[in-house]
């Protein structure tokens, strides 16, 4: 029983048994088994794609927003192994997704990796969209987190214009072929201004973030067979943005300039500047995007979203499985119930993986 056949069985018992198609299964293993053993692998069904998809979001324990798994749209790009084909694809993706603002869950499911573990496509970015970082002799422009794979897409000939929110280009490669990079259509990204309902000198940061997030660089295992090209979205949680991406040191550094427009003392710590101008950030996120009619969770509904998925998932006689360090949001965390109880971090497949950088 090869290794692929075992993973394949687990799978389909239990896709199959969800899906109320029992007496399916000996058909549908007897065909797999024939497969394997004249090409060394399998395909899925559509359907089994489909249900794939939708069971890894359901197992990925630091997702907060398990609750809509059975909603994601799942969209076949399996027969397309040509890169302007891929790139025209992946503007689809962020069209289809966006939606002029009522954010759709999407997953792009291109090509899996063939027997002998040959990647059939990688997709370099980290997101679909995303800002560049450059560092310069007057220090960092954009975003820090991604001076790595900036450099990379300047390396093959992209240029940056060195604003703080430049969109990096698709990345992406096609077998052992050498990588190609494409401009991301202006008509493909969505983003917001960032305002604030009260204090009218935060419009004057020029602060602005992208409505799709969108991760590019997992892989979606289903029975054995590896998506290394399955480029995923959903919309944001507004902590990601406001308590993150705009509020680490290490990332646009904000708080400090949110605390003097605010007119905050920053000279000690304990009048808790910081935590103000954190929570006036993440207000400022939470009332840009809704304003501009695009989706996006705050924490208290997100943990209350997750809690019914806590329920559902016990009705339907599944065991939760959860990571307690990412579930917590990162602003008022015991505010929520997740930071007062505990969560089972173990493994269930299908679910997304982490995978290698293709790139060093
Ligand atoms: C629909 C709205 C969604 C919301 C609000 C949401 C929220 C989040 C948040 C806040 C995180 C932690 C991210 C971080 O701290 O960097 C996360 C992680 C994750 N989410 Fe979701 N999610 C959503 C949809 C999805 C979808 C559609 C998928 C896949 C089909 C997904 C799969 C994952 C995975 C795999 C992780 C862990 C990523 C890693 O290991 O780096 N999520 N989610
Ligand atoms: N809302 C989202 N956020 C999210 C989900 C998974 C992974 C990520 C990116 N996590 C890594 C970043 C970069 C450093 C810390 N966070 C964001 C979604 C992205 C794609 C589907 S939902």
């Known amino acids: 029983m090869t290794k692929l ?14 899906l109320g198609k029992d007496e399916d299964i000996p058909n549908r293993l007897g065909e797999i088994r024939e ?3 004249v090409t060394g692998t399998y395909e899925h069904t559509f359907h089994e794609l489909e249900i794939g998809a939708k069971m ?3 197992n990925s324990n630091k997702c907060i927003g398990r609750l809509f798994w059975d909603t994601l749209h799942v969209k076949d790009a399996r027969h397309l192994h040509d890169s302007d084909k891929i790139f025209k694809a992946l503007n689809h993706h962020l069209l289809e997704a966006s939606n002029g603002g009522k954010i759709r869950p999407t997953i792009t499911i291109f090509a899996p990796r063939g027997r002998g ?6 997709i370099w970015n980290h997101q679909l ?8 002799e007057d220090g960092v422009i954009g975003d820090p987190m991604s001076i790595p794979f900036t450099k990379v897409c300047e390396q093959l000939g992209w240029r940056g214009e060195r604003s703080h929110f430049d969109i990096l280009p698709h990345v ?3 077998y052992e072929n050498e990588p190609v990079w494409q401009e991301v259509p202006s008509e493909c990204v969505l983003e917001v201004d960032l305002v604030h309902p009260e204090v009218a000198g935060i419009q004057d940061l020029g602060l602005k973030w992208y ?3 969108a991760i590019s660089d997992m892989k979606l295992e289903i029975g054995g067979i590896e998506y290394t090209a399955a480029p995923f979205n959903g919309w944001y949680m507004g902590t990601e943005i406001g308590a993150r991406n705009f509020a680490d040191a290490d990332r646009y550094n904000m708080l400090p300039k949110i605390a003097s427009i605010i007119g905050l003392d920053t000279s000690r710590n304990s009048n808790l500047w910081k935590d103000r101008a954190l929570v006036e950030l993440n207000r400022s996120v939470l009332y840009s995007f809704q304003q501009a009619g695009v989706s996006i969770v705050d924490h208290h509904t997100a943990a209350e979203q997750f809690k019914k998925f806590e329920k559902k998932e016990k009705v339907s006689g599944r065991e939760l499985t959860g990571r307690w360090s990412w579930l917590i949001p990162p602003v008022s965390p015991a505010t929520t119930h997740i930071f007062h109880k505990r969560y089972k971090d173990e493994l269930v497949t299908p679910n997304y993986f982490h995978q290698e950088y293709p790139y060093s």
């Open 5 to 18: 056949f075992t993973e394949a069985k687990n799978f389909i018992e239990k896709c199959y048994k969800e």
């Open 35 to 37: 497969e394997i053993e």
């Open 56 to 58: 890894a979001w359901r």
């Open 117 to 122: 573990g040959k990647d059939k496509l990688r």
């Open 129 to 136: 969209i995303r800002y560049a970082g450059y560092e310069t």
């Open 172 to 174: 992406i490669q096609v």
């Open 211 to 213: 409505a799709l997030p």
